[in-house]
DNA sequence: ACTGAAGCGGAGCAGATGCTCCGGTAGGGT
DNA sequence: ACCCTACCGGAGCATCTGCTCCGCTTCAGT
């Protein structure tokens, strides 16, 4: 019959890849050698480029896995207050950008405009419809300046991530916190 | 006599040399070929490494240059009104670093903290004490929020700038618009 | 057990990149 | 005009990095 039953070896060396990948760019951003990333997963070149037709689409899958854990721990942690809710996710999110360097790198390479690469673009559709979810729900609560739009906020987030990893923790939660004011409907000046 | 009398062709050479570098840092960052930088400068590499000891050195000395005329026609451009002058300041750095993406890359590895690199620091030199002039009088002028250092504004310039090489114009005055806005003394929530 | 096809490892290829070496060239003081 | 020396150019070296190739191994259906 036409059952092609992956092999268990092939399975488990997949998930190492996977993994070996994914922690290579947290520690160190995108920009890792195959043979680092084969020798972590303990396996050999040949085997990479088996599961995986380049480099690029090892990285996508990897990052993949990490973009949909962070939607599902940011989901989780809404409280249903709406202004709170949006400024824990930017600090959360900053937070995961310091512990790994290439998180918001990779948000950053799917922002509409940005050249091909359509894996990446499907790793930010990942998060996306949750930043439009809170800016929505923190604007209707008449908190978050009318003028502002998920794009921007996105934006935003993108930006401050480039600090995040590059001053410590305190530096950079001091300009976020100037960022939220600034995003507050009270501090709104006309656009 | 000691007269060195630095001959002709090898001045000229190595301003060519500097052109080049500034031209092609600005046209695509600081990830440049060596073999390019000599080619577009009409020299060989000989010629190259005869004046500067490294690719980093000659980078170093071409980013100087732009960071010294930058310092000075973002001076020139003071008007006096403080918030105004913080502004514009930020707006046009901003800009700058969109024509030329590599501008607040190299600020960027001047950040206090940041592993080594003298010569990159001392091209942060050129822009920080404007910085910290102009905080310094909007901040008197009661525009600007106390609790925000120099520090504070550098840091969100450099991030600011990570969005200004990779979406359009319209978009990234949009956030700065709502920086500034978190920057006014108005806005300010406790730190 | 048996076997054959899917899977595995890592030497090696091709291209890129920072830098060196050295035979030849040309500036400029005499 | 001459010559010495600083200077020039670019072939070539060493290293890195993405990827391929192919002989050997191991899984899994019988």
Redesign the pocket.
């Known amino acids: 019959m036409t ?8 399975a ?3 998930g190492r890849l996977l993994d070996a990948a994914a922690g290579l760019i947290a520690e160190r951003g995108s ?5 680092e990333i ?1 020798r972590r997963a ?10 995986f ?4 689409a090892l990285l996508d899958a990897a990052l993949e896995h990490v973009f949909t854990s962070w939607a599902e721990q940011a989901a989780a942690a809404r409280t249903g207050e709406a202004w709170r809710d949006l400024s824990t996710f930017l600090g959360d999110a900053l937070s995961r950008q310091t512990a790994s360097p290439g998180l918001l790198d990779a948000y950053c390479q799917a922002l509409p405009g940005q050249a091909g690469n359509t894996a990446r673009r499907h790793c930010r559709q990942q998060v996306a419809p949750l930043i439009t979810e809170l800016v929505q729900a923190a604007r209707q609560a008449g908190e978050l300046r009318s003028d502002v739009t998920d794009e921007d906020v996105s934006l935003l987030l993108v930006a401050l991530g480039r600090i995040a990893t590059v001053v410590p923790e305190t530096a950079w939660r001091r300009v976020l916190h100037v960022a939220l004011d600034g995003l507050r409907a009270t501090a709104a000046t006309p656009m």
């Open positions: 059952s092609p039953a992956i092999r268990s070896d092939a488990r060396n997949r920009d890792i050698d195959v043979r084969s303990g396996v050999g070149m040949g085997t990479l480029y088996r599961h037709p380049t480099k690029e």
